[in-house]
C-alpha cells in the first residue's frame, strides 16, 4: 500500500511540474556551456599536443566507441578502433607537424556539446604538405564525467587539388 501511495505522489509531483520556458532553456544552456567551456577547450589543446606528437592511442581515448569521422575527400571512419587505425596510418608517413584549435563556438544542452573550431596546421620544415588553416565541428558527448567526441566534419580553407587530367583520345 505505501509503495502505491510514493508512486502515485511521485507521478502527481512530475504531472505538476511546469515545461521549462524558451527564456528558461536559454538561461540554463548559458550556464552549462559557460561551465564546459574550460573542459572542452582542455580537450581542444590536449588533441592538438596528442596530434602534433603523433600520440595514437592518446588521440583515440578522446572518441566515443562508436563515433563518425567525416574526413574531406575521404570516405567516413566509424568506430574508435576504425579513427586509430587511420591516425596509426597517417602518423606512420613520418613527421607530422603542428597543429592547434580556436574555439569559436560552443553550444552544451545537457550531456550534449557542439563546437566549431578554427584549426591551424603548419608542416614541419621541409615536408611536402603545405601549412593549412580550416574549420571543423564536432558533436561530444559527456560520458561518465568526461566530453568525448561522437561525430567531427572538418575542411581546409586550401582550395580543392585540380582533377586528373583527362585521358588522351586515339585516333
Known sequence: MRTRFVTAAALALVACQRAETPEQAAARIQT???AARPAVEAMMAAYG???TAGHTDSLASMYMDD???LPPNMPPVHGKEAIRQGLAAYFA?????ELQF???????NGPIAIVRAAWTFTPPAGAPMPADTGVGMAHWHLADGQW??????WRSNLPAP??????????
Open 32 to 34: 552549462e556551456t559557460e
Open 49 to 51: 599536443r596528442h596530434f
Open 67 to 69: 563515433a563518425h569521422q
Open 93 to 97: 608517413n613520418g613527421p607530422i607537424g
Open 102 to 108: 580556436r574555439v569559436e563556438n560552443l553550444v552544451v
Open 148 to 153: 568525448m567526441i561522437a561525430e567531427e566534419i
Open 162 to 171: 585540380p582533377p586528373p587530367p583527362a585521358p588522351r583520345r586515339r585516333g
